[in-house]
C-alpha cells in the first residue's frame, strides 16, 4: 500500500513542523530522566512543559517503537520481568490540555471507554476506516471523559471532523497531558482498548499490527 497516495486531515488541526514541535526522548539515552520522580505526575507535567516553552514549541511528539524507561512510574506495564512492557506503539502528541482533536479521514466509531488507572489511556476512542478496500483502526488516548458523552458506535465521522480534546490529569491516566495516536490493522477482541506499549519478545507481532502512525501525520520526526 502506498500511503502516499492518500490525504489525510491534520489531527491537530495544523501541521506539525518544525516550527511548533519539538522532538523529546522518553528513552533510557535521555540521562535527565533519572532525576526525575516520574511517579508524581506534577513534576513529570513541569518537566515535558518546561521543555515545550524553553524552545517555544506547541508541541512536543515521540514515540513510535521508542524502547522506553518511562512506564516504570505505573504497574500497568509490570507484570513479569519477561513480559514488561516498555516499547511504545504510537506516537505521543505533547501539548495543553483542551487542544482540540481532529479526524484524520473518514471513519466511523468502533468502540469507546474509560480506560481508568494511574497509567492507563483514560477516555480513549476507536476509528474504524476503510482504506482503499483494507479495514484499519485509529486509536486516541487521554482524552476528556466529556469526549465520551455524546458518542455512539457506529457514528459517521468525516475527515477533518472535530473528535476529541487532549484531556487533563488525572482523568487521562494521570499522564502530562498529550495525545495517543496509534494505528491497528486488526483489534481482535478488543474494544475501546488496545495496547500501546509492547513487551520486547512480541514486538514483531505488534510491529506488523500497527503501522507507523507518521504515514498519516507525514512529517520528517528527524528533521525537528
Known amino acids: 500500500m502506498n500511503w502516499i497516495d492518500f490525504e489525510f486531515s491534520p489531527i491537530m488541526g495544523e501541521k506539525l513542523t518544525a516550527k511548533n514541535t519539538l522532538k523529546l526522548d522518553f528513552t533510557a539515552a535521555n540521562s535527565e530522566l533519572k532525576f526525575l520522580n516520574l511517579v508524581d505526575t506534577e513534576e513529570f507535567d513541569r518537566y515535558v512543559f518546561g521543555k515545550l516553552k524553553g524552545k517555544n514549541k506547541k508541541y512536543g511528539i515521540g514515540g513510535y517503537l521508542e524502547n522506553r524507561a518511562i512506564y516504570s512510574r505505573s504497574e500497568v506495564f509490570a507484570t513479569t520481568e519477561a513480559d514488561f512492557r516498555n516499547i511504545h506503539l504510537g506516537i505521543d502528541i505533547w501539548t495543553k490540555a483542551g487542544v482540540s482533536v481532529y479526524a484524520p479521514m473518514d471513519g466511523k466509531v ?28 485509529s486509536l486516541y488516548g487521554h482524552l476528556f471523559r466529556s469526549d465520551l458523552e455524546n458518542l455512539e458506535i457506529g457514528k459517521e465521522i468525516k475527515s477533518g471532523d ?25 483489534l481482535g477482541e478488543n474494544s475501546g482498548d488496545y495496547p500501546g506499549v509492547a513487551a520486547e519478545k512480541d514486538l514483531e507481532f505488534y510491529r506488523k499490527n500497527c503501522p507507523d502512525p507518521n504515514l498519516i501525520l507525514k512529517f520528517n520526526i528527524d528533521s525537528i
Open 110 to 137: 468502533h468502540s469507546f471507554q474509560d480506560n481508568v488507572g494511574f497509567g492507563n489511556y483514560g477516555p480513549t476512542i476507536i476509528l474504524e476506516h476503510d482504506l482503499a478496500g483494507k479495514k484499519l483502526f
Open 162 to 186: 472535530l473528535l476529541c480534546n487532549v484531556g487533563p490529569y488525572p482523568e487521562n491516566g494521570d499522564w502530562p497531558p498529550h495525545l495517543h495516536f496509534q494505528l491497528m490493522w486488526d
